[in-house]
């Protein structure tokens, strides 16, 4: 199968920078996305195809092109972005895969 | 305004088949390259794509799983159906219906229901 590996968790004082990394096999050929959820939320689509944002996220939220990795920023990490994160990425044997998901705490 | 929203019941027992249906609005899954697609979490695991039927009927299911999952849909309701079979303890989670809006130039899911968390218990 294909994997997508996040760490566990990151922590971030308010103002700081989050980055969330996803790691994969020859990730720099898929086109990376990612979702914020909360509990007891419907997750939420924050950036999609590496750097892109749909309408009403905050330009705070963006993603790296990958080489090795992909990685989630996110710049001036306000309390209500606490969530956990998921990368995400289409793969033509597997399907949908998601990676393992990352705890953003907000210090 | 899309919206999706899941419903079932929140309990099943082992081996038993579940039926979650998606009802969504504010899009038309006749509309070329729209799909809906299932995904579920378990309790601290990570999310899991399950199944996707998009506006041609096609369907695509989880390779682990393709042998329990049956998708459905039904245009003039507006509604998707998962059944699942032969439910296991291991398989309570919450189960999330999200659309992809053009299949297949693009591959990422934008909007969301609330998810429906289902216990598998005796």
């Known amino acids: 199968s294909y994997v997508l590996t996040q760490p566990p968790s990151v922590s971030v004082a308010p103002g700081q920078t989050a980055r969330i990394t996803c790691a994969g096999d020859n990730i720099g050929s898929k086109t990376v996305h990612w979702y914020q959820l909360k509990p007891g939320q419907a997750p939420v689509l924050v950036v999609y195809d590496y750097n892109d944002r749909p309408s009403g996220i905050p330009d705070r939220f963006s993603g790296s092109i990958p080489g090795t990795t992909a990685t989630l920023i996110i710049n001036r990490v306000e309390a209500g972005d606490e969530a956990d994160y998921y990368c995400q990425v289409w793969d033509s044997t597997y399907d949908w895969v998601f990676g393992g998901g990352t705890k953003l705490t907000v210090l | 305004q899309v919206t999706l929203r899941e419903s079932g019941p929140a309990l099943v027992k082992p081996t038993q088949t579940l039926t979650l249906t998606c009802t969504f609005s504010g899009f038309s899954l006749t509309t070329s390259g729209m799909c809906v697609s299932w995904i579920r979490q378990s309790p601290g695991r990570a999310l899991e794509w399950l199944a996707l039927?998009?506006?041609?009927?096609?369907?695509y299911y989880s390779t682990s799983l393709k042998t329990r999952l049956t998708v459905s849909k039904d245009t003039s309701k507006n509604q998707v159906v998962l059944t699942m079979s032969d439910m296991d303890p291991l398989d309570t989670a919450t189960y999330y219906c999200?659309?992809?809006?053009?299949?297949?130039?693009?591959?990422?899911?934008?909007?969301w229901g609330q998810g429906r968390l289902v216990t598998v218990s005796s």
């Open positions: 999200a659309r992809i809006r053009q299949w297949p130039a693009t591959v990422y899911f934008d909007y």
């Open positions: 039927i998009d506006w041609e009927d096609d369907k």
